[in-house]
Structure formats: structure tokens, C-alpha cells
């Protein structure tokens, strides 16, 4: 967790104007940094595709210049690096608030996430992205609306799933190395129950990830795919064989930047 060193945003890319937007949560207790990358080539006629990524000061500081020229040369979205206002990669009390929903009972875990880490604040961080970020981040740009898409790791992909099931907002949701061992399963009985959600989710899992110290193994997510696939949502899941649950991180974030300038 040391201090990040200067991001591409600061040094500055041929192919992206970045600009900087600072909001406060509702209780004032969380700050957050929000980057906007804007590619400067000319948009199309339907607008350019968005892509909102959550751990915005780690994602940020995995951008490069090689990447950005790709995208450009390609059909470069717009890029969203959802942060807080820290130096350091994480806010790892922040993020767990953010991220995590609110638990359904007590044998699917509580409130406290260890280390005196709170959760349950989705549905409150899902209102600043819908009613602030979102609207500040897209003002005067040319954005194709059917092309907004939301990436997460970890816990941020946590907060991906339980989006997927409570907002309208997003086209595309790119879920990476989900949580849902740590008491949080109830989000895919809840994708069980959907019918007629139009958006696409990718699930994106590693195969090396072991279960916590005493906790339960990895959730084998394939058959409920297979069954979601069945009642007709457009639900896929995508394995990077070997790979960590850390290590998800920077293969998931790599692949979905790719996808969304495709």
C-alpha cells in the first residue's frame, strides 16, 4: 500500500484529454477522485461507448500509453476511473462500504467485514454514481447511451452483480473475481430470479483462487451460467486459467478495456 507515483492522466497521452472531478459523500465521510479520459478522436454518430471502472486509483495507475494508442485506433470509449481522494492504490475502509451490499441474515454474514471494516453501502454509493458521477462525468460529450458499461474486482465486482440486479443504468457489466464467499451468495440467487433483464454480464474467474483461511471454497459459478443462459439471460463467464484472485485484477481490467473499444 505504498503511495502511487504519477498515472498517465498526469503525464499526459496523445490520444486522451483527461480532466478531474472531487465529490463528498452525503455524510461526508467518504471523498472520492473521479478521472475522465476522453479519446480525441472525433466520436461517432451514435456517441462514444463509456466505461465506468471502480478502484479508480489502481485501475488509473495500470493505464498505458501503448493501451490508449490501441483503443484510438480502434472505437475508443470514454473512461471512467472511479477513485478516492487518496495517494494510496486503495481507501480499503471506503471500498468496503461502497462496494458491499447490505446482508440478508446472519448466516450470510453481517455488516462487519473484518479488520473493523463496515459494509452494506451499495445502494447509497450506487446513488452518488447514478445522480452525480455518472451525470458530471458525461456532460457535453457525445455518449452512445446503449454502450455504458461498469467493470469491478473483488469487492468492486460485488458491487457490479448487485448493480446488475438494481439499476437500469448500464448496458454492460463486467464482474471480476466476485466476493460472494464472504457472505454474499445471496446476489446469485437473486440473478436466479431475474426475467427480462436486457443488459449483458460477463463474469471473469480465475482458477487459482483458494477459499479463505476457515472459510468455504470458491463458488463454481458454470452451472448457474448454464441455467441463467437457459432463462434467457445474456449471462457468460469467462475463466483465466491459473490466475489468482489478485491477479484477476490487472487480466480482467486489460481484457474489458479492449472489449469496449472493439
Known amino acids: 500500500m505504498a503511495p502511487l507515483g504519477p498515472s498517465i492522466a498526469d503525464t499526459g497521452s ?6 478531474v472531478i472531487k465529490l463528498a459523500s452525503i455524510d461526508a465521510q467518504r471523498h ?5 479520459a476522453v479519446p480525441k478522436k472525433k466520436a ?3 456517441g462514444y461507448p463509456i466505461l465506468y471502472l471502480l478502484d479508480g486509483n489502481s485501475s488509473l495507475s495500470r493505464l498505458k500509453a ?3 494508442q490501441g483503443m484510438s485506433e480502434k472505437n475508443p470509449a470514454v473512461l471512467v476511473f472511479i477513485g478516492y481522494d487518496t495517494p494510496l492504490p486503495f481507501d480499503l475502509t471506503a471500498r468496503s462500504f461502497d462496494y458491499t451490499p447490505l446482508a440478508r441474515n446472519a448466516a450470510e454474514g453481517n455488516a462487519m467485514l473484518g479488520r473493523g471494516r463496515v459494509g452494506g453501502g451499495s445502494a447509497i454509493f450506487r446513488s452518488l454514481l447514478e445522480q452525480k458521477i455518472i451525470p458530471q462525468s458525461e456532460a457535453a460529450l457525445p455518449i452512445n447511451q ?4 461498469l467493470w469491478g474486482h473483488s469487492f468492486g465486482g460485488l458491487f457490479v452483480l448487485d448493480t446488475y440486479l438494481h439499476s437500469t443504468r448500464f448496458s454492460h457489466y463486467f464482474s471480476a473475481s ?11 440467487d437473486d440473478i436466479q430470479a431475474q426475467t427480462g433483464n436486457p443488459a449483458t454480464l460477463t463474469l471473469m474467474v480465475g482458477s487459482s483462487q483458494p477459499a479463505r483461511a476457515g472459510g468455504s471454497p470458491a463458488i463454481d459459478l458454470s452451472p448457474r451460467v448454464e441455467q441463467w443462459q437457459k432463462q434467457g439471460l445474456n449471462i457468460s ?24 473499444s472493439q
Open 14 to 19: 496523445q490520444y486522451y484529454t483527461f480532466r
Open 32 to 36: 472520492y477522485k473521479v478521472w475522465i
Open 44 to 46: 461517432p454518430a451514435q
Open 66 to 68: 501503448s493501451q490508449l
Open 146 to 149: 446503449a454502450q455504458r458499461s
Open 178 to 188: 466476485p466476493s460472494l464467499g464472504q457472505g454474499f451468495q445471496f446476489l446469485v
Open 237 to 260: 463467464i469467462v475463466h483465466y486459467p491459473g490466475l489468482s484472485h489478485g491477479a484477476m485484477f490487472g487480466a480482467s481490467l486489460q481484457d474489458t478495456l479492449n472489449k469496449v
